[in-house]
């Protein structure tokens, strides 16, 4: 309860320049080659994909979102590791974030969120740096719906995730167009739901004494 009340908190505070928020979340895209080349679109016949594929990988994004801002990022890249985390990370804290004292990191409780895989990427000055620019807060399990990047990612999944692409590289440029699309127009998460409302719509979650 602690967990789900904390996030919920979290998107009730009024924007920071000093202090954004931002979801992080990351996901897996499996990389199709066509297997006969697609025909394409033809008066009266919508195109058409063969239902064979020849697979060329897998690539993992790691998507930034700023919910207060309407803004997010994502990165593409070759493997998930906690390595590739924290380079999401070290992007997030000196690319997009660089002024802020302190970014308030809403994730999930996956072993690779956490300041053990900045050391294992960099440093141990560099790993300190940045660790010290973040307030960690983690999602309550079967709770990930709290974090907003899942949101994105669901956004994402419709123009990029279900489409085949045979290369890490066209993800990443379909996924920046996305980005630049969305943030061209941007605008904040208006979440509905706050602490008081989930105490009685989420009574019987709660512990009875």
């Known amino acids: 309860m602690r967990n789900r009340e904390d996030?919920?908190?979290?998107?009730?505070?009024?924007?920071?320049?000093?202090?954004?928020?931002?979801?992080?979340?990351?996901?897996?895209?499996?990389?199709?080659?066509?297997?006969?080349?697609?025909?394409?679109?033809?008066?009266?016949?919508?195109?058409r994909d063969d239902y064979q594929y020849d697979r060329m990988g897998t690539c993992s994004l790691f998507l930034l979102s700023a919910?207060?801002?309407?803004?997010?990022?994502?990165?593409?890249?070759?493997?998930?590791?906690?390595v590739d985390c924290a380079h999401a990370l070290r992007d997030l804290a000196e690319v997009h974030c660089p002024k802020a004292e302190t970014i308030v990191l809403v994730c999930d409780n996956l072993n690779t969120h956490t300041p053990k895989s900045l050391?294992?990427?960099?440093?141990?000055?560099?790993?300190?740096?940045?660790?010290?620019r973040f307030e960690w807060h983690y999602t309550p399990p079967h709770g990930r719906g709290l974090n907003m990047a899942e949101c994105e990612l669901s956004v994402l999944a419709?123009?990029?995730?279900?489409?085949?692409?045979?290369?890490?590289?066209?993800?990443?440029?379909?996924?920046?167009?996305?980005?630049?699309?969305?943030?061209?127009d941007a605008k904040p998460v208006k979440w509905h739901c706050n602490t008081a409302d989930a105490r009685i719509k989420l009574q019987h979650l709660y512990p009875s004494y």
């Not at 996030?7 to 928020?21: C, G, N, T, Y």
């Not at 199709?32 to 025909?39: A, G």
């Not at 801002?69 to 590791?81: H, I």
């Not at 995730?161 to 943030?183: I, L, S, Y």
């Open 7 to 47: 996030i919920l908190d979290l998107h009730e505070q009024a924007e920071d320049p000093d202090r954004p928020l931002v979801c992080f979340d990351e996901t897996a895209k499996a990389l199709h080659e066509h297997y006969r080349p697609p025909t394409p679109v033809q008066p009266g016949r919508p195109a």
């Open 67 to 82: 919910p207060l801002l309407g803004g997010r990022a994502v990165q593409v890249r070759a493997r998930r590791t906690a």
């Open 119 to 132: 050391h294992k990427a960099f440093d141990q000055a560099t790993a300190d740096r940045l660790a010290a």
């Open 158 to 184: 419709r123009p990029c995730r279900n489409r085949r692409f045979p290369e890490q590289a066209r993800v990443a440029a379909e996924t920046a167009a996305w980005c630049r699309h969305r943030n061209r």
